[in-house]
């Protein structure tokens, strides 16, 4: 009677699920104890504990009502995992979509300083949102198009920061002639931290940008004399507009164009910069993207040992990825300089590396679109909750889990061909198949 | 001469908690091929772990030190080896099988995840301890100079050892450890034999998990200051270790760790101090450019 016995034997669904939630709840209980419930705290006679259950509770309560709600819906038995999933004919229509969205938000962050209820606030926020954009399109370059992982990439951001901020110091050179020079010792820096290492496997690549970019920090932390240390270097000039200072005298830009000073000039016409910035890191990957390096640099990400069967010089191929990656990294990196008109190293900690990276994981690699969305989606959630400054980065890096579990490719992963035979078709990034190299 | 003797003593103390931080990377990619990068953090968790029971266990007035230090030993390793657990559980194991990146970009924010929680929960100060062993010994008094070994160095060299023999044999001659070992060559054949590869992943994440909180109750002792951000940088340089002794071999690991020990004793004795981490860092590079397999590591062989 295998009927029967199966009946008998099975205990219910709700059985199953209260249980395994039981049990996650008391792991849960085992990690929270003592570290939430046991706090240590420095009194006058020395250090002791300070207990605080309430916490502990609420955790594994979470804990265990979650399982038992995701026990009882999503990974209910019989049910397929498919939650990552979406049929590729949403996905494409998705991308269509996205290809009718992308010029109605470039034009949307045209106008939008220029909007009557927009403030200063909003152009601020906009300015910091577009340096995020510029970086990650940037980084996408190296992530998303070239497979390369880089842990350092605020390294070449520092790069670009400190070159304008040292040649306006010391050269007394202004901001349009050290943003190209800017770009091109960052490039310089990527190619020689990049050549050596580019050789070895994603891995240990990621290990050893990595620790360049922290080596670049220390230098420039403990460089006193050259660097200013942990002072870092203030009184950056600001860029001019043609020649034309964004200031009360007579030569500025308002009495030059008769119109009444106001700083709000300066923060407007900042913003311009580096949306232009932006769109031009933009427009550039994607006209290499159609170039035969461009292709290359996909193809590498997708099977470097194919690409070296098939001939293509993969240090090069990499190393070009790195620079012009490390280039716009520069470029960032002084617009960074000249709007806030001081610098020191704290601005390039690894977290900010991470902060690019995941914008550009969670947008989805090689997604130009997706890099967009998410930069807007994370500087402006940052900024949200900027109340809640603990907090957020507990959730920054529990969403970063949570998306590779969900959408390992991000959350934009189709893939149009640059190249393709009659008719093109996007292809869902969960339908390729990746080789190792 | 004094001063070289006793920068080799500090190096050798050093180089045994970065050793045994380094066994869990090596351990975990020897099996898996994954850089845990949380790792650091794990240890950093475990340091927590050792200083919170240790306080505990004085709160309940167990105040003989011998006891109450073997007690914070085995609940730290207990406590850490259930994060080292759940990390692998949340984090990496939904992730097998997907796309390169994945794991690493999870164990990144599994990293920023568990710094943060700590954090918030305990606090962003430095959270400092006074010693709890003191003494040690003189030598060369006589001869006119003087090198000081503390009793916490010795503490900690002896239990290093003990240690890495223990692992040692239980990867050499346990039934898990040949498990560990078939896994590592090759993980679908072991699993068609009957290994239950989940858990043999699993039990190799709790040991590394474990040495990593050792490592932790060690750096406490013998820093006597503990906070939130410890866990990057020695993780970074227990990495190193990894690498350089080559990485997928226990002696390696340890060998490694040695000598990132003595090169950052011996940089800061005789260079500066403030470019020691420069110097790991730097070493870490050179070892991948130059001798990729490592000191004491197999040559890697990369099958289509």
């Not at chain 1, 709840?25 to 929270?32: E, N, P, R």
């Not at chain 1, 009882?72 to 038995?77: G, I, S």
């Not at chain 2, 900690?156 to 896994?183: D, E, H, N, Y």
């Given at each position: 009677m295998p009927d029967a016995h199966a009946g008998a034997a099975a205990p219910s669904v709700f059985a199953v699920a209260f249980k395994d939630a039981a049990l996650a709840a008391l792991v849960a209980l085992g990690l929270a104890a003592p570290m939430l419930g046991l706090v240590t705290v420095q009194t006058q006679s020395g250090i002791e504990l300070e207990q605080h259950w309430g916490r502990v509770a609420i955790a594994v309560a979470i804990v265990?009502?979650?399982?038992?709600?995701?026990?009882?819906?999503?990974?209910?038995?019989?049910?397929?995992?498919?939650?990552?999933?979406?049929?590729?004919?949403?996905?494409?229509?998705?991308?269509?979509?996205?290809?009718?969205?992308?010029?109605?938000?470039?034009?949307?962050?045209?106008?939008?300083?220029?909007?009557?209820?927009?403030?200063?606030?909003?152009?601020?926020?906009?300015?910091?949102?577009?340096?995020?954009?510029?970086?990650?399109?940037?980084l996408n370059i190296v992530v998303g198009l070239a497979g390369l992982l880089d842990l350092g990439y605020v390294a070449f951001y520092a790069v670009g920061a400190y070159s304008y901020a040292l040649l306006a110091q010391y050269f007394g050179l202004s901001f349009w002639v050290c943003l190209p020079l800017a770009g091109i010792l960052a490039a310089f820096w990527g190619v020689i931290l990049g050549f050596p290492v580019l050789r070895l496997r994603g891995d240990y690549l990621a290990i050893v940008t990595l620790a360049f970019g922290e080596i670049i920090r220390i230098v420039l932390l403990n460089w006193y004399w050259f660097t200013g240390g942990p002072n870092g270097i203030s009184g950056i000039p600001r860029p001019s507009f043609f020649g034309l200072d964004f200031d009360r005298g007579d030569d500025g830009f308002a009495a030059t164009f008769g119109l009444d000073y106001s700083p709000l000039h300066r923060i407007v016409f900042l913003y311009y910069l580096i949306l232009a910035l932006a769109l031009i890191t933009n427009f550039v990957t994607i006209r290499l993207r159609r170039l035969p390096i461009g292709r290359a640099w996909e193809a590498l990400r997708e099977d470097e040992i194919a690409c070296r069967s098939l001939g293509i010089n993969t240090v090069n191929t990499k190393l070009t990825a790195f620079a012009l990656g490390a280039m716009f990294a520069g470029f960032a990196g002084s617009f960074f300089a000249t709007r806030q008109g001081f610098i020191s190293p704290e601005s390039f900690v690894f977290m900010e590396s991470a902060l690019i990276l995941a914008i550009v994981v969670l947008g989805g690699m090689g997604s130009q679109f997706g890099v967009a969305v998410a930069a807007v989606v994370m500087i402006g959630g940052f900024e949200l909750f900027r109340e809640f400054s603990d907090y957020r980065m507990i959730t920054f890096g529990l969403v970063m889990v949570l998306i590779m579990i969900w959408r390992p490719r991000g959350l934009v992963s189709t893939r149009s061909p640059s190249v393709f035979l009659k008719e093109k078709k996007a292809i869902s990034g969960s339908l390729v198949q990746e080789g190792h190299g | 001469m004094e001063y070289f003797l006793q920068q080799l003593i500090n190096g050798v103390t050093l180089g045994s908690i970065y050793g045994l931080i380094a066994i869990g990377y090596t351990m975990v990619y020897g099996?898996?091929?994954?850089?845990?990068?949380?790792?650091?953090?794990?240890?950093?968790?475990?340091?927590?772990?050792?200083?919170?029971?240790?306080?505990?266990?004085?709160?309940?007035?167990?105040?003989?030190?011998?006891?109450?230090?073997?007690?914070?030993?085995?609940?730290?390793?207990?406590?850490?080896?259930?994060?080292?657990?759940?990390?692998?559980?949340?984090?990496?194991?939904?992730?097998?099988?997907?796309?390169?990146?994945?794991?690493?970009?999870?164990?990144i924010g599994m990293s920023i995840f568990l710094q943060n929680m700590v954090q918030v929960a305990q606090g962003a100060r430095v959270k400092p301890l006074p010693p709890v062993i003191t003494g040690g010994y003189q030598f060369g008094a006589a001869e006119g100079f003087v090198v000081n070994v503390s009793n916490v160095q010795i503490i900690i060299v002896v239990t290093t050892i003990a240690l890495m023999v223990a692992f040692s044999l239980i990867v050499s001659k346990t039934p898990l450890g040949r498990a560990q070992r078939a896994c590592e060559q090759d993980r679908k054949m072991a699993a068609l034999l009957g290994?239950?590869?989940?858990?043999?992943?699993?039990?190799?994440?709790?040991?590394?998990?474990?040495?990593?909180?050792?490592?932790?109750?060690?750096?406490?002792?013998?820093?006597?200051?503990?906070?939130?951000?410890?866990?990057?940088?020695?993780?970074?340089?227990?990495?190193?270790?990894?690498?350089?002794?080559?990485?997928?071999?226990?002696?390696?690991?340890?060998?490694?760790?040695?000598?990132?020990?003595l090169i950052e004793t011996f940089w800061s004795a005789y260079f500066t101090v403030e470019y020691k981490d420069v110097a790991a860092f730097s070493i870490l590079a050179i070892v991948l450019i130059f001798l990729p397999s490592g000191l004491l590591g197999r040559p890697e062989v990369e099958k289509v």
């Amino acid at each position: 009677m295998p009927d029967a016995h199966a009946g008998a034997a099975a205990p219910s669904v709700f059985a199953v699920a209260f249980k395994d939630a039981a049990l996650a709840a008391l792991v849960a209980l085992g990690l929270a104890a003592p570290m939430l419930g046991l706090v240590t705290v420095q009194t006058q006679s020395g250090i002791e504990l300070e207990q605080h259950w309430g916490r502990v509770a609420i955790a594994v309560a979470i804990v265990f009502a979650g399982r038992l709600l995701l026990n009882l819906t999503l990974w209910r038995p019989g049910r397929k995992k498919s939650l990552g999933y979406v049929p590729p004919k949403v996905e494409a229509r998705l991308a269509r979509f996205a290809k009718y969205l992308a010029p109605l938000a470039i034009l949307g962050a045209v106008v939008m300083p220029m909007l009557p209820f927009t403030e200063r606030y909003a152009i601020d926020l906009g300015i910091l949102v577009l340096t995020y954009v510029m970086l990650g399109w940037g980084l996408n370059i190296v992530v998303g198009l070239a497979g390369l992982l880089d842990l350092g990439y605020v390294a070449f951001y520092a790069v670009g920061a400190y070159s304008y901020a040292l040649l306006a110091q010391y050269f007394g050179l202004s901001f349009w002639v050290c943003l190209p020079l800017a770009g091109i010792l960052a490039a310089f820096w990527g190619v020689i931290l990049g050549f050596p290492v580019l050789r070895l496997r994603g891995d240990y690549l990621a290990i050893v940008t990595l620790a360049f970019g922290e080596i670049i920090r220390i230098v420039l932390l403990n460089w006193y004399w050259f660097t200013g240390g942990p002072n870092g270097i203030s009184g950056i000039p600001r860029p001019s507009f043609f020649g034309l200072d964004f200031d009360r005298g007579d030569d500025g830009f308002a009495a030059t164009f008769g119109l009444d000073y106001s700083p709000l000039h300066r923060i407007v016409f900042l913003y311009y910069l580096i949306l232009a910035l932006a769109l031009i890191t933009n427009f550039v990957t994607i006209r290499l993207r159609r170039l035969p390096i461009g292709r290359a640099w996909e193809a590498l990400r997708e099977d470097e040992i194919a690409c070296r069967s098939l001939g293509i010089n993969t240090v090069n191929t990499k190393l070009t990825a790195f620079a012009l990656g490390a280039m716009f990294a520069g470029f960032a990196g002084s617009f960074f300089a000249t709007r806030q008109g001081f610098i020191s190293p704290e601005s390039f900690v690894f977290m900010e590396s991470a902060l690019i990276l995941a914008i550009v994981v969670l947008g989805g690699m090689g997604s130009q679109f997706g890099v967009a969305v998410a930069a807007v989606v994370m500087i402006g959630g940052f900024e949200l909750f900027r109340e809640f400054s603990d907090y957020r980065m507990i959730t920054f890096g529990l969403v970063m889990v949570l998306i590779m579990i969900w959408r390992p490719r991000g959350l934009v992963s189709t893939r149009s061909p640059s190249v393709f035979l009659k008719e093109k078709k996007a292809i869902s990034g969960s339908l390729v198949q990746e080789g190792h190299g | 001469m004094e001063y070289f003797l006793q920068q080799l003593i500090n190096g050798v103390t050093l180089g045994s908690i970065y050793g045994l931080i380094a066994i869990g990377y090596t351990m975990v990619y020897g099996i898996i091929g994954m850089i845990n990068f949380a790792h650091g953090d794990v240890f950093m968790v475990g340091s927590f772990m050792a200083l919170i029971v240790f306080l505990a266990l004085l709160a309940l007035g167990v105040t003989f030190m011998p006891l109450a230090l073997l007690i914070v030993l085995i609940l730290a390793m207990a406590l850490t080896s259930l994060y080292g657990w759940t990390v692998e559980r949340i984090a990496y194991r939904p992730l097998r099988g997907s796309f390169r990146l994945a794991p690493l970009i999870s164990a990144i924010g599994m990293s920023i995840f568990l710094q943060n929680m700590v954090q918030v929960a305990q606090g962003a100060r430095v959270k400092p301890l006074p010693p709890v062993i003191t003494g040690g010994y003189q030598f060369g008094a006589a001869e006119g100079f003087v090198v000081n070994v503390s009793n916490v160095q010795i503490i900690i060299v002896v239990t290093t050892i003990a240690l890495m023999v223990a692992f040692s044999l239980i990867v050499s001659k346990t039934p898990l450890g040949r498990a560990q070992r078939a896994c590592e060559q090759d993980r679908k054949m072991a699993a068609l034999l009957g290994i239950d590869v989940d858990r043999t992943i699993s039990l190799t994440f709790v040991m590394g998990a474990a040495l990593a909180s050792v490592a932790g109750l060690m750096y406490l002792l013998y820093y006597g200051v503990i906070d939130f951000y410890i866990g990057f940088v020695a993780g970074v340089k227990a990495f190193t270790a990894a690498v350089l002794g080559g990485i997928g071999s226990l002696p390696g690991a340890m060998l490694g760790g040695l000598l990132i020990g003595l090169i950052e004793t011996f940089w800061s004795a005789y260079f500066t101090v403030e470019y020691k981490d420069v110097a790991a860092f730097s070493i870490l590079a050179i070892v991948l450019i130059f001798l990729p397999s490592g000191l004491l590591g197999r040559p890697e062989v990369e099958k289509v």
